[in-house]
């Protein structure tokens, strides 16, 4: 047995009922075999059992009041990963799904990408099972002060920066800093997309849609082509999608298709965006209620369908495994030329291995969808360094680290003879710098 096959065969036996974390380190450790192989060293060191073993794990109860007097109790998770490279850094995701197995294949997967962006930050995540729909603005602010109430202790501005992910946007983390300001009385950047009027950056908002379609653009360009003209299908319809969809059309593709959890529009003539954000920015409504207000549009239940839509580009933005393998042979059939994944792991290894085996050009999440956290970190740098800089400042520096990303990935994929295979790069790349690093460290 490799060492690679008796880590994971470890880690199932260790850690029973976490499938998402067992797919993600499956598809990590397997593609990093070259680089194992040629460094003996590594073994020695227990360096793999140490990488997908967390450096701390915080599991809290998160009490708190509805408007009617009810008392709920959720769960509160926070997955220290690792600092090998610099503090924690990662999302907080309130979603009813969450659960521990999702939380640790996420915060395994920030560790590569968080290497990837080329900045000095590690790898984290945490969240709740909270579900923050058809909850009051007032339930939202008692839920997110519980939550710090017990997170507070666990995080600081060299230590451990959470930011936003599924159902923790502006408002979430507008009450979340608010309470750590409160308990801890300094304000300081120990979160990453707050307010601009609270010690936020321009351009944070829009950063991982943008920074997907950077990419894009950048790995098209490596092939002669651009998105120029290009029918895209944009999965989800929240902070990921919207901005993705934003740049895609600025740069002259056509947006057809977008959804959110209950079903997918399609619009032949281009999706109109502004509507979009007024549904899903403003009125936090349902993304069904477009067609009722763009003619010729169509809506349909269920989030699937949305993979049968014909396009060149495909950009999964909602949420982890949602495109599966018959969802893959439809798109290869339909002539999908490039998949970028916006959200984090939407597509199965079985989906993937379609993909790639058809030729697709595929972006794997943790390089394709690392310019939120990358701007995070360029949030974090004006907070220490009390600066504010300029949108355009900002999303050039986004620009440069996409870029930097595909190449990055592509050469460490033909580095090791898999040209193309942007997967296998990506974990290679992320993981070159953190296992240095932690070589640098000794056993700890
Ligand atoms: P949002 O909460 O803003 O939007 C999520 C979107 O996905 C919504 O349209 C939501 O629909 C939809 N969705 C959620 N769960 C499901 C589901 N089970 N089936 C179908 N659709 C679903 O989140 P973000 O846009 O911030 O995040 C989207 C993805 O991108 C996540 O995987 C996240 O981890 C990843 N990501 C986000 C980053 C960021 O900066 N925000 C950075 C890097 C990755 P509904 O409204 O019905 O729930």
Known sequence: MSYVESVLTRLKEQNPNEPEFHQAATEVLNSLQCAIDA????????LLERLVEPERTILFRVPWVDDQGNVHVNKGYRVQFNSAIGPYKGGLRFHPSVNLSII????????????????????????????????????????????????????????????????????EIGFL???????????????????????????????????????????????????????????????????????????????????????????????????????????????KEYADRVKGSEYHEGCKGIWTIPCNVALPCATQNELD??????????????????????????????????????????????????????????????????FEEVDAKLRTIMVNIFKNIDAAAKKYGFEGNYVVGANIAGFEKVAEAMMAHGVV
């Open 39 to 46: 460094n003996p060293a590594y073994e020695k060191a227990g």
């Open 177 to 287: 800093f608010g309470q750590y300001k409160r308990i801890r009385d300094e304000h300081v950047g120990v979160l990453t997309g707050r307010g601009l009027s609270y010690g936020g950056s321009l351009a944070r908002k829009e950063a991982t849609g943008y920074g997907l379609v950077y990419i894009t653009e950048e790995a098209l360009k490596s092939r002669g082509d651009s998105l120029k003209g290009k029918t895209c299908v944009i999965s989800g319809s929240g902070n990921v999608a919207i901005y993705a969809c934003e740049k895609a059309m600025e740069l002259g593709a056509k947006v057809v298709a977008m959804c959110d959890s209950n079903g997918y529009i399609y619009d032949r003539n281009g999706i109109r965006l502004d509507v979009v954000k007024q549904i899903k920015e403003v009125e936090r409504g349902r993304i």
């Open 325 to 390: 393998e018959e969802s893959a042979k439809i798109l290869v059939k339909n002539g999908v030329t490039l998949v970028g994944e916006g959200a984090n792991m939407p597509t199965t290894l079985q989906a993937t291995h379609i993909l790639q085996e058809a030729g697709v050009v595929f972006l794997p999440g943790k390089a394709a969808n690392a310019g939120g956290v990358a701007t995070s970190a360029l949030e974090m740098a004006q907070s220490s360094g009390r600066l504010f800089w300029s």
């Open 104 to 171: 640790k294949f996420l915060g395994f997967e920030q560790i590569f990408k968080n290497s990837l962006t080329g900045l000095p930050i590690g790898g984290g995540k945490g969240g709740s099972n909270f579900d923050p729909k058809g909850k009051s603005d007032n339930e939202i602010m008692r839920f997110c002060q519980s939550f710090m109430t017990e997170l507070y202790r666990h995080i600081g501005a060299d230590t451990d920066v959470p930011a936003g992910d599924i159902g923790v946007g502006a408002r």
